[in-house]
Structure formats: C-alpha cells, structure tokens
C-alpha cells in the first residue's frame, strides 16, 4: 500500500502500471501481475527482516558458550521460526513471486499471466498463512525446527504445531498456484516466434521451478495433515508406540523439503543467467545444456531425499543409492558453473552492481555446491550431519546462492520495475558487504562443523573450545545485515529521488527491455513478434543497428 | 590463546582415520575444483573486461567441452561415492566379537548399561583398542549418539534399536553429544567418552557391579513368567528360546527373519507382529510393562543362552542383518501346536 503512496512525480509521464490507479483498493483487487509483483515484494521483505532479526538473536546467544541471553525454550523458537519464516515465507515465494511474477508475461510477450485472478488468490493465500504464522508467534510459537520430526512433533511438544503447519498448509497451496500460473503461461502465452529454444533461461528456470511446487508442496501438504491428525486423534502414524514408524515423516518429509531447495536455487541461477549473458554482452555459452541441466535439476531433485537421512536408522542399501543419486543431482549444477565460466571469456565485462552480486553468487554456490559433495559421501556425512557443516552449507545455497541471485535480480531489473535508477556506487559497496559479511558469518561455521559442533545446541559451555569461531559467525552476522539493510533504504529513496531509467539503461537482450520502464498494465502496446534468438547482444552492441535502443 | 582455538577434532578411534583421510582428500580435490573455477572467473573478469570499442566475441557453445566437463566431474564424483561408501560400509558393520553396551536415551539423558552390568549416565567408560558396540534405543524422541573424537554418530529411536560401534585408540576424554534436536534442553544431552588403558579400565570395571546384565535378565524372565511358555524343551506353549539369536526363524504367514536384537525386542513388545510358525497367538504384549532397561536385559538374556561366548554379538549389525545367511529351521518351528489344553488369551 505504501507503494500507492509513492507514485511517480513527473510533470508529462506516459501512463504505466504504477500511475494508472492510485488508492489501496486499486493494489488489493488488482489483477495486474506487476502490481501483485510488487505487494510480493513488500510482504517477503517483511517476512525477511523478522526472519532475519531471529537469526541476529541466535547469533547474539552463540557470542558466549553459556546459555546467557535467551531461555532454552526461546533460543528453540527462535531457531524454528527463523527457518520456518525463511524457508516457507521468505525464500520459496522470493525470486518466483516478485521477479518471476513480474518478468515472466513480459519475457514472453504476454500481457499477463493466463490466471491473472488465480495470481492474486495466490498472494491473498500467501498473506493468510504469513498472518496465521505471525499469530501463531506471538501466541507462544513453535519449538521443534522447522524440519517438525516426530514423534517430537506429534507427541511431546505443547507449542503450536498445528496452527504452525495450517500456516505453511496455506501458504503451500500459494506456491502450488503461483507454479500452475507458471506452467500454464509459459506453455500457451509465448509470443508468435517466442520458441522454446528462444526462451531467456530465466524461463526454462521458473518452469523447472514450478513443476517441482506443483509435483512436491502436496506432499508437505500431506505431511502436515498427517502431524494434525496423529496429535489430535493418536492415530500411530508416526508413533512406534502404536505401531507407527517416525522414519516415514521423515521420508515424507524430506520429499517436499529437498526438492523445495531448487525450488528456491533454481530461479536463482535463472536470474544469474540473465545478468551474466547482459554484463559479458554474450550469448549463454551451451544455452541448451543450461535449459536442460534446470530441468534435469529438477527431475533428479526428486529421488535423492534420502540423504538427509543417512544416520537416521535407514538400510545401508538404501544409503547406497541415494549417496549415488545425490552425485546424479550434483552434475548438472556443476554444468552450469562451467557454462557460466564459459561465457565470460572473451566477453567484453562490465562491473556493475548486479554484475557483482552474480560474481558473488558464482563464489558462493560454488563453495555450497562442492560442500554438498562431502555430506554426499557417506562416510563423511555420519560425522558432519547435524552439525555447524550442514548449517553453513545449506546457507552457502540457500543465502549465498539464492538470496544472491534475488539481489542481484532486484537490481538488475529496478530500473524496469520502478521507472528509477538506483544509485550505483552505494550498491556496488552493499554487494561488497554483504560478500565479506556472509563469507565471515558461515566459513567459520565449516570448521567448527568438522569440530563437531551439533547444531541447535544453544548453550556450548560444555566445549568453550568453540567460541572464537562462533564469535567470528556473530561478527559476520552484523555486517551482513547491514549489507541487507542498504539496499532497502536506497530502493526506496531512488522510488523519489533515483534518475528515471530509460527503457533499457543496460541495453540488455529479452523482451522485458523492449517496453517501457515501469511498463503499461497490459506490457506491450502492440503484441511483439520474435525474430531473433536469446541474448542476441552482438545484434545489440552492432553499431549502427536501427531501431535498439543503446545504453547511455 | 591459541592452545584453546584448535580447527581440526581430536582423532580417537579406527574410523576417525579413514574418516579425515577422505576428508583431506576431498579438500584438495574440491579445492582444486574451486581453485580452477575461482581463477578462471577472475582472469576473464579481468582479461576481458569491457574496453571501449572492443566487441564481446559471440560464442555458441561447444559440445565436445559440455562431455568433458560433465565426464570429468563426474568420475570424480564416483571416486568420492565409492570411497564414502567403503567407509561407511566399514563404520556400520560391527565386528563380531565387541564388547556389548546397552544405551537408552531420554530427554535428556543418556543411559549406559555395560554388559557386565556398570551402569552410567551421560558417560561411557570404555578400554583403549576393543572393538565396542552399541545397542540403542530410545524411551521418548529421537536422538543421536555423536562422539566427534570418533567420527561416528547414529540417530536413537524410539521402539527399535539402532547400532553403532568404534575401536577407541588413544586414551582421553572426548565429548559425547546428542546431535538430533529433542526439545529444552537439547544442548544439555552431552556428555563424556572415557578411554582407558585397560588395566585403568578393568579397575573402573571392577567397582559398583549389580552382576552381568545376562543375569539381571534372566531374572526378569522368571519374575515375568516366561519361563513358563518359553521352555527349554519343546513342550512349551512358546518357542524354546535356546540358540535361536542370530538364527533365522520361519514366521506364521511365511516370511522368513533373522532373530536378531531388534526382532526379539519386537516380540516382547508386539509379540503378533511376527508370530513363529506353529505357535498360537496366546503372547500378551509386554508394551508398557518392562521399561527399555528391562527389555534390554531380556534380549541379553536370551543372547547369552544362544551364544558360546556370553558377550558375544550377532555375526552383522542388526539393520545390517544379511539375507543371503542360510536359513535354519528351527526345530520348534516344526513341532506343531500344543493340543493340550484350553489356551488363555
């Protein structure tokens, strides 16, 4: 709503998505995929700054090994809510819901997506389970992780499982929509000759993507049915007592809860792939390699949730197969490094903002990437699981991938959302920042994983051997959250006070540039026609090429 | 201050070694991964960075260099998995003749019981260089037995036994900690690895015994009445119980198992669960009458009539049980139903 408030103020300006209607009713009941884009935006940076505020108390606490600034009972909710909150309210809508929601019509030539209605039940689903998470919190919260095993879960603890899991329930089916809009726009709404081989890769990103929220939040739906039922009924699902197997949550479990993390990496290496094609000035090196390997992500994805489990009590056999599996999964990522790599040579390489926070990504997800070779193996896993190693690997992703990416794409496409320039040097140092501070925050947490530092242990007074580096994490933890809080605050002073963007101030390939910044309601003034491949820079840098816009 | 800022575990068992050895060698392979990505990056960033009037070269791609950049990793992928998999395979099948400990886990507590009957809570007294197994389980939530000094940990159920075993080789005091989150006072569920010099070892051993946890065992079988139906010879209304551990056992709807700790626990607790062949389902469970102390006991007990060597163990680890062990019928499972008599429910 404050966006209503903050419309563009220009004396002669051509009508847009943001200037057509103004007033809160004119956002709650748009259909306008931009303008649903845009209360995304709004409501994940909620979810990411109360998320992100638990994490600044875990880390807070760990600062000394006794147990010294939070109760035992605190520091549990805190760690749950922080991933329930990141997982399912920040991390999953994140890159889908804002950019994806906003670029997906305009790469395609589309003038919205095909359930433009369906679009805004999904954010109105989104906001009814963050607001039930929100009450659930501030009426005493959850305390089992956000992985809720059992029979912790189902029979021991008092905090408030089921509301907590109505909560994602709800927010679930928001992804499931948010995926079928996806699918169903990418399959039938592409402009006369938008082929799939002409698709930018950030499509071949989201619809990998949304095939994995379609195919797998149902079972975590399921799962949360299953938890409500066993604690209200004792129906022995999950219950050895009554002749249940907690080792089948688990299953269930982590067959949403695995792939869920491409679901959040995927569209991140879509937004990377746009940035990198944009700032080398090349074409995608292996376009079809790359479009392959996020769909070949997004099959394997399915069959390796086993190796969350590897100590959990499963056969040996079992483990066998999904150690194998998880290397099947691990190589078309590692293709995509090498194409990524490939298309820089002998590109012509400018540095600007989000080029740098794609370079930070490429580090990052590199480092998580190969991290996820050592929990693969099975003998190393017995040891690491469980502890700081997993914690920092997952962040790698998770932060240092995913979160990455999403910055990186909130800058590249600002101009585009906004109608304004971000100031360039200040982000150039938030991207600087927010590098040293994540690497500071979770690289120690490698070391003392190896160490043997469990993970959720709030009190480690019984190994003060492990301070140093978690003071190090801690340290990290705070400049990294300056380098989140920057961004925020000159996103919004750029909305009054940035340059007006033109409509390609990077002179970047895709459709989403040939229209106006912000552009109209319906996105294009007349339907465009493709004739030209993806990332077809050498047409764009030609110099005397009639009609392309050029970049300032 | 550096004394207390070590960045490498203490390494104190056989697995510790094989453990750090796959670890250093995935350090220097995935550090050169990095080192070649990492440089490559930085050298095109720098080589070819924009320069005013010099165009970015298109390149579409190139096949031969996509197979060999999946090929490569790819291989080196399998090296890593099979010699993960080799280790774990190592870590997971207990030798056959370790010492025997019983553990049950609550929140938040570890309980150890020695074969010989030492009983500790939250330590773990063990000799340098014996083989030791642990037979878990848990009375509440799922924990995780994790000793880092030894490189091996294994999730605690509840309702069924889990096993883990370790060689320690350096006498110490190593940290024991529970690695599954289980609720308050998780971080609290840590505790001590004592490694001894033997002769140290069989003078902790030799203080505080109640008798061989066997013998307590067999005690609970009389006090329970299983003598009655589980008699020594083949008139009983239940299964002579002599020699049957480690044995295959033909079941009522065909299935063949190998009784092994976890199935002898299951038949005390769920004895319609797998019925031997030939018997009537007369058993009432015991679900909610022993404590996990005393079904540890019991299947001791019934161990060490089964076995020549009283702390002997099964020939694999119990989830390790090998189908392809010949099948022994089992005499019992061929005499047929007792006739005699009414039969009380």
Redesign the interface.
């Known amino acids: 709503m404050s966006m209503a408030a903050t419309p563009i103020l220009q004396p002669v300006e051509r009508e847009n998505y943001l200037n057509k209607e103004y007033g809160a009713w004119s956002w709650l009941l748009t259909t306008d995929h931009k303008r649903i884009a845009l209360l995304y935006l709004l409501s994940i940076t909620f979810f990411f700054f109360i998320g992100g505020f638990f994490a600044l108390l875990i880390r807070l606490e760990l600062l000394t090994p006794a147990g010294d600034l939070v109760q035992a009972d605190t520091y549990n909710k805190l760690f749950t809510m922080h991933g329930m909150i990141m997982v399912f309210f920040f991390l999953i809508p994140s890159i889908p819901a804002v950019l994806g929601n906003f670029l997906v019509p305009l790469m395609i030539g589309a003038k919205d997506l095909a359930f433009p209605r369906i679009n805004l039940l999904s954010w109105y689903l989104y906001i009814i389970g963050g607001v039930m998470m929100m009450h659930c919190m501030l009426t005493g919260g959850v305390d089992t992780g956000w992985t809720f095993y059992a029979p912790f879960s189902t029979n021991f603890t008092n905090t408030k499982i089921v509301e907590a899991g109505l909560a994602i329930f709800v927010a679930g089916f928001s992804s499931i929509l948010t995926g079928l809009n996806f699918v169903v726009t990418i399959h039938r709404m592409r402009a006369p000759g938008m082929t799939w081989s002409r698709l930018p890769l950030f499509i071949w990103a989201h619809y990998a993507t949304s095939i994995i929220q379609l195919l797998g939040t149902p079972v975590i739906a399921v799962t949360i049915v299953l938890v409500a039922a066993e604690r209200a009924l004792h129906l022995g699902i999950f219950d050895p007592k009554l002749g249940g197997d907690p080792l089948l949550f688990q299953h269930l479990f982590w067959f949403y809860s695995h792939p869920a993390v491409y679901i959040m990496i995927l569209p991140a290496m879509g937004v990377v792939t746009e940035i990198i094609a944009c700032f080398s000035r090349k074409r995608i090196f292996g376009y079809h390699f790359v479009a392959f390997s996020s769909i070949a992500i997004a099959v394997f994805g399915f069959l390796v949730w086993a190796h969350h489990m590897f100590v959990a009590g499963i056969s040996v056999y079992s483990a066998l197969v999904f150690s194998f599996l998880s290397y099947a999964v691990a190589l078309p990522s590692a293709i995509k490094v090498f194409n990524w790599t490939a298309t820089l040579y002998k590109g012509s390489i400018h540095y600007d903002a989000p080029m740098l926070y794609a370079f930070g990504f490429l580090g990052l997800f590199t480092i998580g990437g190969l991290t996820g070779l050592f929990l693969s193996a099975l003998g190393i896993d017995v040891h690491v699981t469980d502890t700081y190693f997993v914690v920092a690997h997952f962040h790698y992703i998770m932060v240092g991938g995913a979160v990455m990416g999403y910055l990186g794409g909130m800058h590249f496409w600002w101009p585009k959302i906004s109608g304004r320039l971000y100031p360039e040097g200040w982000a150039r140092l938030a991207a600087l920042i927010v590098f040293i501070g994540f690497n500071l925050t979770f690289f120690p947490q490698f070391i003392l994983g190896y160490m043997g530092m469990p993970r959720r242990y709030y009190d480690y007074s019984h190994m003060p051997e492990f301070q140093i580096l978690n003071v190090l994490s801690t340290a990290g933890a705070t400049v990294l959250g300056v380098g989140y809080l920057l961004p925020m605050f000159y996103f919004l002073w750029s909305m009054r006070y940035g340059k007006p963007a033109s409509d390609n101030p990077w002179n970047a390939a895709g459709l989403e540039w040939k229209t106006t910044s912000p552009p109209p309601t319906f996105n294009f003034d007349e339907e465009p026609v493709v004739i030209w491949e993806a990332y077809n820079y050498e047409e764009l840098d030609a110099p005397h090429e009639e009609g392309v816009p050029v970049a300032k | 201050?550096l004394n207390?800022?070590?960045?490498?575990?203490q390494q104190a068992s056989t697995t510790a070694g094989?453990?750090d050895a796959?670890?250093i060698f995935?350090l220097i392979v995935?550090g050169m991964?990095?080192l070649l990505?990492?440089t490559?990056?930085v050298f095109?960033?720098a080589r070819?960075?924009?320069?005013p009037g010099?165009?970015?070269?298109?390149?579409?791609?190139?096949t031969a260099?996509?197979i060999v950049?999946?090929t490569i990793?790819?291989l080196i992928?399998?090296v890593?998995?099979a010699?993960?998999?080799?280790?774990?395979?190592k870590?997971?099948t207990p030798p056959t003749d370790a010492a025997e400990v019983y553990v049950v886990a609550k929140?938040w507590m570890w309980k150890v019981e020695h074969a010989e009957g030492q009983r500790e809570i939250n330590e773990l007294h063990v000799p340098v260089g014996r083989d030791v197994k642990l037979i878990m389980t848990s009375q509440?939530?799922?924990h995780?037995f994790?000793i880092?000094?030894f490189?091996?940990?294994?999730?605690v159920?509840?309702?069924?036994y889990?096993v883990e075993w370790f060689r320690a080789t350096k006498p110490g005091v190593y940290?024991l900690?529970?690695?599954?989150?289980?609720?308050?006072?998780?971080?609290?569920m840590?505790g001590d690895i004592v490694v001894q010099e033997p002769a140290q070892y069989e003078a902790w051993m030799n203080g505080g015994s109640t008798g061989p946890l066997s013998v307590t065992g067999e005690k609970i079988f009389a006090e329970l009445g299983c003598s009655t139906c589980h008699r020594t010879d083949t008139q009983g209304r239940g299964p002579n119980l002599q020699g049957v551990f480690g044995k295959a056992v033909q079941l009522e709807d065909g299935r063949t198992v190998t009784a092994d700790e976890n199935y002898l626990r299951e038949c005390i607790l769920?004895p319609g669960?797998k019925r031997v062949k030939g018997f009537q389902p007369i058993m009432p469970t015991f679900?909610g009458l022993v404590t996990e102390e005393q079904v540890n006991a019991l299947v001791a007990y019934i161990k060490s009539i089964s076995l020549s060597k009283p702390t002997g163990g099964a020939k694999t680890d119990a989830?390790?049980a090998a189908p392809g062990d010949p099948v022994l019928t089992r005499a019992q499972a061929k005499v047929p139903a007792q006739s005699n008599g009414s039969q009380v429910q």
């Not at chain 2, 010699?83 to 395979?89: I, L, R």
């Not at chain 2, 490189?151 to 999730?155: E, N, T, W």
């Not at chain 2, 159920?157 to 069924?160: Q, T």
């Open positions: 201050m207390n800022f070590p960045l490498w575990p094989h453990v796959l670890y995935l995935t991964m990095s990505v990492f490559l990056i095109f960033a070819y960075r924009h320069r010099v165009r970015a070269e298109q390149i579409e791609g190139s260099l996509e950049w999946s990793p790819f992928f399998m890593i998995f010699w993960g998999a080799v280790v774990y395979f870590e997971r929140q509440d939530v799922i995780s994790y880092p000094a490189r091996i940990k294994q999730d159920l509840p309702g069924r889990t940290h900690f529970c690695a599954e989150y289980c609720g308050t006072q998780h971080s609290g840590v769920d669960a679900q989830s390790l």
